[in-house]
């Protein structure tokens, strides 16, 4: 399979804990994206990479959300002192890097904070 | 404003019956156009892309853009159940960048 993969698909935890996700993108795709997407709503966009580099931040997350891709291959997305309202779906995209061109999502980790 | 707006549905539409589905954006200076599909539960996947005015044509779909409207569609010939889903529309926004921002999908019904 040479789609996106993310680990865990699923996620309980309890409020206040840490957790970290994994995305492993399409091998040749340089550009990867993070999304948060809710029930009734659009991917909300969090971050995203240019190989290595994080380009873009949204100013929506706060200071407990972190994102690395330390080799410009998989990455990981943290968040620190989980909330309720933390809970959500957390969408992993990757692109190729020739213009703006189509992402395609791994198939998400689904976080419930308790 | 919204930058990206999607009527929200649902949208029924009959078996065999064209459904049209509608996004407007707020960047005039967008360049790219996507539309995804999702099912519930599931993550989008991408049906089509478009970034010239005009028509563009896969199979039973055909997204069409209006920059000067600012509004992109994507119609949906001989519709079938399996097409029910959410809808979402995607543009590179800001204008020059390779960020994508989403609309918030409209929910498509088509009845047996």
């Known amino acids: 399979d040479t789609g996106v993969s993310q680990n865990p698909r699923h996620k309980i935890t309890k409020r206040g804990q840490n957790v970290t996700f994994r995305c492993d993108p399409i091998?040749?795709?340089?550009?990867l994206y993070w999304y948060r997407q809710t029930l009734g709503q659009g991917p909300e966009f969090l971050t995203y990479?240019?190989?290595?580099?994080?380009?873009?931040k949204s100013r929506l997350l706060s200071d407990r959300f972190s994102a690395e891709r330390p080799k410009g291959s998989f990455s990981t997305l943290e968040i620190q002192r989980t909330e309720q309202g933390d809970s959500a779906m957390y969408l992993c995209?990757?692109?190729?890097?020739?213009?703006?061109?189509?992402?395609?999502f791994g198939p998400g980790t689904r976080l419930t904070v308790t | 404003q919204k930058e990206v707006e999607q009527n929200s549905g649902p949208l029924s539409v009959p078996e065999g019956a064209i459904a049209s589905l509608n996004c407007t954006y707020s960047?005039?200076?967008?360049?790219?156009f996507f539309w995804y599909r999702q099912y519930s539960g599931k993550s989008p996947e991408l049906i089509m892309f478009?970034?010239?005015?005009g028509d563009k044509e896969d199979g039973r779909f055909t997204a069409q853009l209006n920059k000067a409207s600012q509004y992109v569609s994507l119609l949906i010939r001989d519709s079938q159940p399996s097409d029910s889903a959410t809808y979402l529309c995607?543009?590179?926004?800001?204008?020059?960048?390779?960020?994508?921002?989403f609309g918030t999908g409209t929910r498509l019904k088509v009845l047996a």
């Open positions: 995209a990757s692109s190729p890097s020739r213009g703006p061109s189509e992402q395609y």
């Open positions: 091998s040749e795709h340089n550009r």
């Open positions: 990479f240019q190989n290595e580099a994080q380009l873009e």
């Open positions: 960047d005039r200076g967008s360049q790219s």
């Open positions: 478009i970034y010239s005015n």
């Open positions: 995607a543009v590179t926004w800001p204008s020059g960048t390779y960020k994508y921002i």
